[in-house]
């Protein structure tokens, strides 16, 4: 018996057929338009996502204010530390502090918040610059109260605390804009 020859495989033409294709893309899932509005070109694209969905959109001047808080939170932690009762005097206009340990505990806090202003600095991730941000305004809230209470105890007015309540106010809105405006979802085109 000879052996039978199996027929010419005979080429599909689908790809050129164009209701075929469009069937084809409709079950795999890719071209039509998902939850987000995006379309998607291929179904590789679909599974990892599109990077430009992650892309933060940065609000102008954000990286500058990160790098002034970076720089006054670096400073003022550094003073502490090495110049207790300057630093204290600068402020509430006093001769001497009875102890230095609080206020370079203090500085010390502050240089761990600068190492976080740092880092934040230089990343590109949301959830991070928002988290520094939200953190700063959190410490310059709770300066600010404990500064004004410290204020109506002594009764005393200082021009340098007044000044640091009217900058700490400032810091405060600064640091609560930049975080609303990194959270906020960007505009579809």
Known sequence: MAAK??????KKHSQTDLVSRLKT??????GGEDDDGEVH????????????KFAVREPLGLRV???????MFSGVAIMALAFPDQLFDAIFEEESVSSKT??????????????????AL??????IIRWSLLAEA???AVQFLVTTVSLA?????ATGAVLLLVSRALFILISIYYYYQVGRRPKKV
């Not at 070109?41 to 430009?52: A, D, F, M, T, Y």
């Not at 204010?65 to 720089?71: T, Y």
């Open 65 to 71: 204010w990160q790098l002034v808080s970076a720089i």
């Open 25 to 30: 893309r409709k079950i795999l899932g890719v």
């Open 138 to 140: 959190c410490y310059f």
């Open 102 to 119: 609080p206020i370079r505990l203090y500085g010390g806090a502050l240089l761990s918040i600068a190492l976080i202003m740092w880092n």
């Open 122 to 127: 230089y990343t590109a991730e949301k959830a």
């Open 153 to 157: 105890e002594s009764s005393r007015i």
């Open 5 to 10: 020859q199996p027929p010419p495989l005979m």
């Open 41 to 52: 070109r291929s179904k590789i694209s679909q599974v990892l996502g599109n990077e430009i």
